[in-house]
């Protein structure tokens, strides 16, 4: 050590103990204007706690000068815990700042308030240093003449707090900490060269500072408590040092340029931490990026990731990719958590460096487990376009493309691994299938959210992939004439998918209608199983599901076969506990129709059988079984028209007996199209059949008129008595009312039991002779028949 006689400083040590000090200077100290000069000075607290009485300090010397080590030790002598030293308003400069305690029994906590701490250790760093089980906070001002190094080295897991502003006077400012602690800076940051984070403690940066320089993030954690956290300096990234920001106090945006010689995790459950400079940075190697549970690590657009380098995304949170410029190679692998891209309104191109939109890059994506997930999210203007490289979805990962936008498979390969639980790929848009090759895409399920067009000699369709279309809104598949390969077609959700008449054969290895209608268009189609689970399956033409096969119903559903006229063979009906098939010929008047069902199995709830055209005793339809039904089975047939019921003569199936319906009103409304006014609640209880017996009855009171609702309505026969005294008057009207007995030998009949009643029909059909009937007598007596101008009355 020497002695300087020109600014009368000891040099070459940066702390000079106080027993080193009494050595050199026997036992006595240098003294300028009454305070200690380059000596330790430490604090006794035996007055008060003001810093500027002397006798709170050993030798009763005030710690005011360059070089002086300042300490203040908690221990059996001097109690600091709960204590606040004032600096009032003054400046007190000082070399070297140690709080510290020797009792560990519990966590200790002291204070420095007012005034400023200058720091100026004669050349050398300075010190701001926190030792063992104290906490401690420092509201005055800070500055300093020299590299300022402040450290947290308390293996006990305690805070310092540093709520004034630091002015670091052009030099470098050091934060270290250890394991468990915490550097929390509240004041702002002004004048530093460089700001420097050592240690793998936390350092929390909540002013809006202004530094310029480099911010050398260098390990551990900084909590960026604002967004002007790292002034305006370049954030560098120490290579290994893993590096994590957390944003747990809100989410930030940084405008700070960063090197990013390694990777870095993000924590804040629920917060994004956005860098958003305008900035390329180049990849030289693998970047790894963790962002931790809830939290997101969000590029801006601006911030491009270009170079030869790979990502690898890590842990549980959300890495968010948004510049189009993200031109880096080597590739973007998901191992946890979930990728997005900001929204896509042009071409966003996968595995190829053509285009101009590359937010995943341009080298191969590898979306790699069941915790991993690929987001693109798009416009309804937008396309994704795999158009090379591969791209790899494995053991139960998923891409969604999300926002309505257009999926193009159109190049490169997409390979879904070869685990037990493949990936899975979904587009809540259109998707057009090209040739990218689709690699273990058994089993595999392909979700398209609107049309799916086939591009003629498209290999993508041949791998095997199941397509499922769900949509509450119309889809349609596209495509030019026979389409082969295609695995398992589900149609789900409310609204109607068609299969376009461009489409002449289409081959599956199975179809199924769960919800919504599935029109088939008028395609052959070439498949091993049929399923129903709720939805309507419509045909235009004759057996257009090939080979003949079973049906398979799904248990507690309720399907729908539309034929429109055309004959169709099964082979069976395998029914599912409590489910239901209604079968609507829906042939043309006077066209005879064959529906064969083959084997019915299961414990089906009802077998409705629609626009069958027939009576009792004969029938230009037919409905055919191979099996002997039992009185069960044949007790859950329902033609409608017709009670329900019935008989099986040879194969064929028929009616059991005409219906009997009998008006409720239950609906409240007057509409005899309305299911819920007739006994029984059904759609098929609505009496619409020649032979139906139709009864108004005591719930009928005081229904003046009945609404048709613009259809005709074919019945044979009405009784009317609503057990009104007098004088009641119903008017009929809104389509025609149809007599028709349906049998040449039976005459339809229009009976009232109240005698001083009044029926009014608008317009009236007699298909059959009709007897009027009053009370038990077979004249017009009191009843009065209302018959229009456009009323038709064949017979005598």
Wanted: without cysteine; proline residues 1%.
């Amino acid at each position: 050590m020497q002695h300087n006689n020109m600014n009368n400083a000891f040099t070459g040590s940066e702390n000079i103990t106080r027993n080193t000090l009494i050595s050199i200077l026997g036992g006595g100290a240098l003294l300028l204007g009454g305070s200690a000069y380059g000596a330790s000075a430490d604090w006794t607290g035996a007055a008060d706690d003001n810093w500027s009485e002397a006798s709170n300090w050993s030798l009763s010397l005030v710690p005011n000068s360059a070089g002086t080590s300042v300490n203040f030790i908690h221990n059996d002598a001097v109690k600091i815990d709960g204590k606040t030293v004032s600096l009032g308003t003054a400046t007190n400069t000082i070399g070297s700042l140690s709080i510290a305690s020797t009792d560990i029994s519990a966590m200790s906590n002291f204070g420095i308030s007012g005034g400023t701490l200058n720091f100026d250790n004669l050349g050398s760093d300075s010190m701001i240093s926190l030792l063992d089980s104290i906490n401690a906070t420092i509201d005055s001002k800070i500055t300093t003449s020299n590299n300022l190094n402040i450290t947290n080295d308390s293996t006990y897991g305690a805070k310092l707090t540093l709520n004034g502003t630091i002015n670091g006077g052009g030099k470098k400012l050091t934060f270290e900490d250890g394991t468990n602690n915490k550097i929390i800076v509240n004041g702002a940051i002004t004048n530093a060269s460089s700001v420097n984070k050592e240690g793998v403690g936390s350092l929390a940066l909540n002013g809006a500072n202004s530094f310029n320089g480099q911010f050398n993030f260098n390990a551990g954690t900084v909590a960026v408590g604002n967004n002007s956290a790292f002034g305006n300096a370049i954030i560098v990234l120490a290579d290994g040092g893993d590096q994590e920001f957390d944003v747990s106090s809100g989410s930030r945006t940084l405008s700070n340029q960063v090197t990013l010689n390694d990777g870095f995790s993000v924590a804040g459950v629920g917060k994004t931490l956005k860098l958003n400079a305008n900035e390329i940075a180049t990849l030289t190697k693998d970047l790894n990026l963790e962002a931790g549970n809830g939290a997101t690590l969000d590029f801006g657009s601006n911030f491009a990731l270009q170079g030869s380098g790979a990502i690898n995304k890590t842990d549980n949170g959300t890495l968010v990719l948004e510049s189009k410029n993200n031109t880096f190679s080597g590739g973007l692998n998901i191992q946890q958590g979930a990728v997005s891209t900001a929204t896509v309104s042009d071409t966003l191109t996968i595995g190829n460096a053509s285009g101009t939109n590359h937010m995943l890059g341009t080298g191969d994506i590898d979306v790699s487990s069941a915790s991993s997930i690929l987001n693109i999210n798009t416009s309804a203007t937008g396309n994704v376009d795999f158009a090379g490289s591969t791209t790899k979805i494995t053991d139960g990962a998923t891409i969604n493309v999300l926002g309505g936008g257009t999926t193009t498979l159109s190049g490169g390969t997409i390979d879904f691994g070869n685990s037990a639980t493949k990936g899975s790929l979904h587009s809540s848009g259109s998707v057009v299938l090209g040739n990218t090759t689709l690699l273990n895409s058994d089993g595999v399920i392909l979700d398209v959210g609107k049309d799916l067009t086939i591009l003629s000699g498209s290999t993508s369709v041949q791998s095997g992939i199941g397509i499922t279309m769900d949509s509450a809104s119309a889809q349609n598949i596209n495509g030019t004439g026979a389409i082969t390969g295609v695995g398992a077609l589900t149609k789900s959700g409310k609204g109607t998918l068609t299969v376009q008449s461009g489409i002449t054969d289409l081959s599956l290895l199975s179809l199924t209608a769960l919800d919504g209608t599935l029109d088939l268009g008028t395609a052959t189609i070439a498949t091993s199983t049929v399923n129903l689970g709720g939805g309507t399956l419509v045909m235009h033409q004759a057996d257009q599901i090939s080979p003949w096969m079973d049906l398979n119903l799904a248990q507690d559903t309720d399907s729908t076969l539309n034929f429109n006229g055309y004959d169709q063979h099964f082979t069976g009906v395998n029914s599912g506990n409590n489910s239901s098939l209604t079968v609507n010929m829906g042939g043309t008047g006077g066209s005879s129709n064959l529906v064969a069902l083959g084997t019915l199995s299961g414990a089906s709830d009802a077998l409705r059988i629609g626009g069958w055209e027939g009576n009792l005793g004969s029938s230009l339809d037919h409905v055919t079984v191979d099996n002997t039904l039992t009185a069960d089975q044949l007790s859950s047939v329902w033609f409608q028209g017709f009670n329900q019921g019935a008989v099986q003569v040879g194969d064929e199936l028929r009616p059991l007996e005409n219906m009997t319906a009998e008006w409720s009103g239950a609906s409240g409304s007057s509409l005899w199209g309305n299911g819920q006014n007739w006994v029984g609640g059904d759609t098929y209880n609505i009496p619409d059949h020649a032979g139906a017996s139709v009864i108004f009855g005591a719930s009928a009171t005081g229904l003046s008129s009945l609404s048709l609702g613009g259809t005709d309505r074919t019945i044979g026969s009405l009784t009317v008595g609503t057990g009104a005294a007098t004088g009641y008057a119903m008017t009929v009207s809104g389509g025609t009312l149809i007599f028709d007995s349906g049998d040449a030998n039976t005459q339809a009949a229009i009976t009232q039991t109240d005698r001083d009643g009044t029926l009014n029909f608008g317009n009236v059909q007699l298909n059959s002779d009709t007897v009027v009937t009053t009370d038990s007598q077979r004249s017009i007596g009191a009843v009065a028949l209302v018959l229009t101008a456009d009323s038709q009355v064949p017979g005598n």
